[in-house]
């Protein structure tokens, strides 16, 4: 594989490491990925799975952002964890730093339709590629300790491993998956369908603002960048399929940050891109099986938070709402702030007060529920 004009092959470490190496790139630069006419003919969109969602999941329990999206599933789940072996605990900090992602289970593995098949495929990845891949943690001083011994094809250590990985599956993805997956189904068929009617270039357009077509160019804003070990004819902000291909994948937790990753045996590379989830499908996604409809808005949004949401349905003012809820009116200013900035509530200030009213993406909420 050749990076950049007329750039050599990349050792396997560098392979591994770029573009995803979050702790060595610079923040802010925009990617461009470069497309030849065979890279166009070998776009598909796919669903990677659940071991996908699992890893992009870990993040979120480390990030307060996106609250009107996650903190139901992010309240649920870290209540949960508290629970979980210290071998989940330990494979989470490996595999998915807070500050860093460096562990790609799913490049390993490749799309994986459900949970047995890409933990079946991960068990059976050659030992070279997952050393290689294991390794990346040696450099920000993360100590593999008996995750290690996986790359060896030690059972005691496999087995520790997929034992973590599914205890915090069964916590986290399991319960949310058939609805996550029609999420992401639903996604993949508008794409393709896109594709299909109105060509490439109409569908890799339709991706904006998360990333920007510029033919023959797709441009991924914000973008980490590549890390500076590259030799000197290694740009860091382009990327050439060169015929490689791309596979695009949509992802439900991966809402901030897309990126490029890089298989080990040579197939196409991975574009994670965010999808556009909104109030009301994150309130039917973290719905659990039986919950009431009231409950599920109380756990996406807190208890106080959504009786504030269904006072400001019929029109009120901070000292309203205050009054309504029980609480002093700077409570109730804070909850409107919140609800607000989710783009669930507009205020507006009139003399020495200040109105609220529910959004349509509010208005859609309540209806929802």
């Not at 205890?167 to 639903?186: C, F, G, Q």
């Not at 045996?265 to 891109?273: C, E, Q, R, S, T």
Request: net charge neutral; glycine share 8%; with cysteine.
């Amino acid at each position: 594989m050749m990076y950049g004009n007329g750039a050599g092959p990349a050792s396997s470490e560098e392979f591994a490491r770029w573009p995803k190496h979050a702790g060595l790139c610079h923040d802010g630069a925009v990617l461009r990925i470069h497309f030849t006419f065979a890279d166009v003919t070998k776009v598909r969109v796919v669903v990677l799975g659940p071991l996908a969602e699992l890893q992009t999941s870990l993040s979120k329990l480390h990030e307060p952002g996106n609250r009107a999206l996650f903190d139901g599933w992010r309240t649920r789940t870290a209540a949960g964890s508290q629970v979980l072996s210290p071998d989940v605990r330990e494979v989470a900090r490996f595999i998915a730093p807070p500050t860093l992602a460096l562990v790609d289970l799913f490049t390993l593995v490749g799309p994986a339709d459900d949970w047995a098949d890409g933990v079946d495929r991960l068990c059976r990845v050659p030992a070279g590629p997952l050393r290689d891949e294991f390794a990346l943690t040696a450099g920000v001083g993360i100590r593999p300790g008996w995750i290690g011994d996986f790359t060896d094809g030690d059972r005691t250590a496999q087995r520790r491993l997929t034992s973590a990985l599914a205890e915090y599956h069964t916590l986290a993805i399991a319960p949310y998956w058939p609805r996550i997956r029609a999420v992401l189904d639903n996604e993949r068929t508008a794409r393709v369908e896109i594709m299909a009617s109105h060509g490439l270039d109409a569908m890799l357009a339709g991706l904006a603002p998360a990333l920007r077509w510029k033919p023959p160019v797709l441009e991924v804003p914000g973008h980490r960048g590549a890390p500076a070990h590259l030799p000197a004819n290694h740009t860091d902000t382009d990327f050439y399929l060169q015929g490689r291909g791309l596979l695009l994948a949509p992802s439900v937790f991966n809402i901030a940050d897309p990126g490029l990753y890089l298989p080990w045996n040579n197939d196409p590379a991975v574009l994670i891109y965010p999808i556009d989830l909104d109030a009301p499908t994150a309130l039917r996604l973290w719905r659990r099986p039986g919950e009431t409809n009231e409950r599920a808005l109380a756990g996406l949004l807190g208890t106080t938070r959504a009786t504030a949401l269904k006072v400001i349905a019929d029109g009120c003012t901070t000292t309203e709402l205050a009054q309504r809820l029980g609480i002093s009116p700077g409570g109730a200013s804070q909850h409107a702030t919140v609800l607000r900035e989710a783009g669930l509530v507009v205020s507006r200030r009139h003399r020495n007060t200040v109105r609220h009213a529910l959004t349509s993406l509010g208005v859609d909420l309540l209806n929802a529920a």
